[in-house]
């Protein structure tokens, strides 16, 4: 079984590049929040229990975040490996993970990207209203000012894209993910790679650590 872990700020790319890996590898790309979203939206009983922390606005226990995780990963589709998108985020998820699947062959892919850039991609990044295509308009404009390409809908900034907020998400994840990265790093698994580069770049730079883990 083959897992990836894509690391990094917001903004490094790591659902952009999962997504493109996981279509290459044929194995599911798992983010996180779309777990959080749907457990939610479908009412499952874990569902329930996570809702509970968000309505009051507390942060999700890490097992119980563990337990959302391994009901996901446990489905007929990850039987041949997967890639995870926004987790782990602390070290005791970080050894959740590695007790349950101590027979794979873990790697983590950790994108580096300055601030700047960071700020840079997510105050041009836009979506639109309609069916969530996302945009950005310096690397990645759509044809028509403020129109969507493939459903001619409205596109926005969300409101977590501003400078100011972007800035506090930075500081959280630098806060949240020091130790995990010196975790992975002392467990051997840590694959870095510059997340600056062209995106044709960094895929095939992906690619040459998933398959030879250099």
Not at 10 to 38: Q, V
Not at 129 to 149: F, Q, T
Not at 177 to 206: A, F, H, P, R
Request: aromatic share 8%; hydrophobic share 35%.
């Amino acid at each position: 079984m083959r897992i990836l872990i894509f690391f990094g700020p917001p903004g490094a790319g790591k659902g952009t590049h999962a997504k493109i890996i996981s279509e290459i590898l044929n194995i599911p790309h798992i983010s996180t929040g779309d777990i959080f979203r749907d457990a939610v939206k479908n009412e499952t009983p874990l569902g329930k229990k996570v809702k509970e922390y968000l309505d009051n606005g507390k942060l999700v226990p890490d097992e119980l975040v563990w337990e959302v995780v391994k009901e996901r990963i446990t489905k007929e589709d990850c039987k041949f490996g997967f890639i995870l998108d926004g987790y782990p985020r602390t070290i005791p998820q970080a050894e959740f993970l590695k007790k349950f699947l101590s027979n794979a062959e873990i790697k983590v892919i950790y994108l580096r990207v300055s601030d700047e850039v960071v700020i840079n991609r997510l105050t041009s990044r836009r979506v639109c209203k309609n069916c969530g295509a996302i945009y950005n308009l310096v690397s990645m404009p759509p044809k028509e000012n403020n129109k969507c390409d493939f459903c001619g809908g409205e596109l926005y900034q969300r409101s977590d894209d501003t400078e100011e907020v972007i800035r506090k998400r930075l500081d959280a994840y630098y806060k949240e993910s020091q130790g995990l990265l010196e975790y992975y790093k002392n467990e051997g698994l840590l694959y870095e790679i510059n997340g600056e580069e062209d995106k044709e770049i960094v895929t095939q730079k992906i690619l040459k650590v998933v398959n030879n883990g250099v």
